[in-house]
């Protein structure tokens, strides 16, 4: 299984980024649209945390409480891609950003996302 982001980057107090994810190479049948799917982050110095997630048949998303109203997940299913739309950035969101396959717990290598004027 190979998971791949992009979409980070360095952005404006106030900004917005648009993260994006692959996950292909699924095997014994199994394809993206059969897992949930989140989102990590790792800020310097801190443990990774908890972002987004969004499950496979109903689509239903959970937020950690920092980021609701600001950021949306969301996933294609025939681009095996899971999206994180992240709008009114803070500085305290610069972290390095992470997608998640769950059930087969497959780590992406991570994306960074800076936010500073």
């Known amino acids: 299984i190979r998971v791949v982001e992009s979409g980070g980057g360095l952005v404006q107090p106030g900004g917005s980024l648009r993260l994006s994810c692959v996950a292909d190479g699924f095997t014994h049948g199994y394809t993206f649209r059969h897992y949930d799917m989140s989102w990590y982050r790792q800020a310097p110095g801190k443990e990774r945390e908890f972002v987004a997630s969004?499950?496979?048949?109903?689509?239903?998303?959970k937020y950690t409480d920092s980021v609701k109203g600001r950021f949306t997940i969301s996933r294609d299913n025939a681009r095996s891609s899971v999206y994180l739309q992240m709008d009114r950035l803070v500085p305290e969101d610069t972290a390095m950003y992470y997608c998640?396959?769950?059930?087969?717990?497959?780590w992406g290598q991570g994306t960074q996302v800076t936010v500073s004027s």
């Open positions: 998640y396959v769950q059930g087969p717990a497959v």
């Open positions: 969004i499950t496979n048949v109903y689509l239903t998303t």
